[in-house]
Structures are given as structure tokens and as C-alpha cells.
């Protein structure tokens, strides 16, 4: 009795392993799934550890997580609950999350969404084509480009020589001690020097001229010394001045410059071009300058 028992179990035992095979294959096949997985998650992970030596959000802070966030994609932002509660890869590159700390600069003036340090390797910025520069202390300055010509104005070296006749003629006047010949003398002066300020000379100009009583012959005839009258846009104004220093390049002369300053700004602007008239004069020292050229 007992024998016949025991065949029963064993006979029980061998059906039941004969109709459990393909449950025992189909646990081998998921565990070795499982295995590929985690090594396949390995692999993100190890991807992700390299993406992190050269993009990573900004750290620091008070040390207390505000949430987490990924590398590659910034927009992501899982909570703390989320995270801790297995929620600790990225849904969209399945990358492992990154945490941002309260208090960090990413947060200072630009809003938490806002990651403002990165870490970029050396080969990276070369691919990149960044370029560094050393911070240093230098005056700023605007380059304008001006239609000009080499001066011919006779008509200047006019009024400079009616200036110079009334200035003699005052000086005769008040020897003769006649008032009203003082006066006459006194307000043709004055008319000369309206006609100058019109043609561009200022008052500093004018008394030099007052002084030295030498018509600037380089207005007609070239010298070591020459005019370059330009024009520039009115908007521009505030970029030019008495003394600014000017290069003049002569069409006709190519590869020459020429070095100067402007002297004088006309206190009026052109109605038709909007434009206004300034006078530089430029070292002339092989007087090739000559009057009329464009520069």
C-alpha cells in the first residue's frame, strides 16, 4: 500500500515539471530581458556621466533640492516627491535626472527655468569655434565713412582776405582816435566774421587769422598743409567733433593716406541731403594732395 502511494507522488511530481517547461522558459526569457535592460540602462547612464563633464545645471546654492531636471533637456522638471518615488530618469532621452538646488545662480534674476553656467570640454569648444579674448581697459571709438574732397575754395580764401582788411583797417582807425570811423571798422569786422562762421571757420580759427593775418593759401594752391571738406549724416553728429582725427584716402592716389584732424563743423544742416559739412586739414607733406581730388 504504502509502494503504490509513493509511485503516485513521483508520478505527480513528473507530470507537474512536464507542464511547467515553458513557464520556466518564459521566466529564463525575462530574466535575461531584465539583464539586457539594466545593461542597456547602464549604458544611458554611462552616456549621460560623459554628456555631464561638459553640460550640467548650476549647483551651489543652500544644498536643498528644488527639483530635478536633465542636461539635455531643460524644459524637463521633476519634483522631489516624484523623483524619490522611482521617477529618476528623463521621459524623453531616459537619461538619469540632475539635481538644482535652491539658493543657485540659475535662479538669480533669470527665473529657475533658466540654467546659466555650462561646463564645456576643450574639444568641444574647438568643434564649437569659441574664441576667448583677455578683458582689458581701452577707449572705444566708431568708424565713419565720409564722401570728401581735397579743398579748392576761393571763396574762403576771400572772406579770409576781407577778415584781414577790416582787421587792418580797425588797427589804422584807432590811431586816429575818430569814433565814428571806429565804428564803421568795428562793424565791418564784425560782418567778416559772420561770413567766415557761415563758411565753416569757428572763433578760434578767426583770431588766428586775426593774428597772423596769412590767407590760407592751401584753399587754392596745394601745400604741405590741406583741406578735406566731408559730409556726414546728420544722425552721425554725435559721433564727430573738433579734433577728431581723420584718414584721408585719395581716389586717385591709391594705397596713400593721409592723417588730420577736423578743425571745424558747419553749424547748419544741408535741407536737401540732411547732411553736415565739416573741414579737416591733413599733412600734405609731398604735396600730392591736390585741390578738387576725391578722398
Excluded at 30 to 37: A, I, K, R, S
Aim: glycine share 8%.
Amino acid at each position: 500500500m504504502r509502494n503504490k502511494i509513493f509511485f503516485l507522488c513521483i508520478l505527480a511530481v513528473v507530470v507537474f515539471l512536464f507542464t511547467n517547461t515553458n513557464v520556466f522558459s518564459e521566466n529564463i526569457k525575462v530574466g535575461n530581458t531584465m539583464q539586457d535592460e539594466h545593461q542597456m540602462s547602464d549604458e544611458h547612464n554611462g552616456s549621460h556621466v560623459d554628456h555631464q563633464d561638459y553640460l550640467m545645471p548650476v549647483s551651489g546654492g543652500t544644498g536643498e533640492i528644488s527639483y530635478y531636471t536633465c542636461g539635455m533637456h531643460p524644459s524637463v522638471r521633476v519634483s522631489v516627491k516624484s523623483y524619490d518615488n522611482g521617477d529618476t530618469n528623463c521621459p524623453i532621452c531616459f537619461m538619469p535626472l540632475t539635481p538644482v538646488k535652491k539658493g543657485g545662480t540659475s535662479s538669480e534674476g533669470l527665473g529657475e527655468d533658466v540654467i546659466s553656467q555650462v561646463e564645456i570640454k576643450m574639444g568641444e569648444l574647438k568643434l564649437a569655434g569659441v574664441q576667448t579674448e583677455h578683458v582689458v581697459k581701452q577707449s572705444l571709438y566708431k568708424e565713419i565713412r565720409a564722401v570728401g574732397r581735397v579743398a579748392y575754395d576761393p571763396q574762403l580764401a576771400i572772406a579770409q582776405d576781407e577778415f584781414i582788411s577790416a582787421v587792418r583797417s580797425y588797427e589804422k582807425a584807432r590811431t586816429g582816435q575818430i569814433p565814428e570811423i571806429v565804428e564803421r571798422a568795428e562793424s565791418l569786422i564784425e560782418s567778416s566774421k559772420r561770413k567766415l562762421r557761415l563758411l565753416g571757420l569757428n572763433d578760434e580759427q578767426i583770431q588766428e587769422l586775426g593774428r597772423t593775418k596769412e590767407v590760407q593759401t592751401s584753399l587754392i594752391l596745394p601745400g604741405e598743409k590741406m583741406w578735406i571738406y566731408g559730409d556726414v549724416y546728420e544722425y552721425e553728429l554725435n559721433w564727430i567733433k573738433e579734433g577728431s582725427h581723420i584718414i584721408a584716402r585719395p581716389i586717385g592716389l591709391a594705397g596713400k593716406e593721409f592723417y588730420g584732424e577736423i578743425v571745424s563743423i558747419n553749424p547748419v544742416v544741408d535741407p536737401q541731403t540732411r547732411s553736415v559739412r565739416f573741414r579737416a586739414m591733413v599733412d600734405n607733406p609731398n604735396q600730392e594732395l591736390k585741390p578738387e581730388m576725391y578722398v
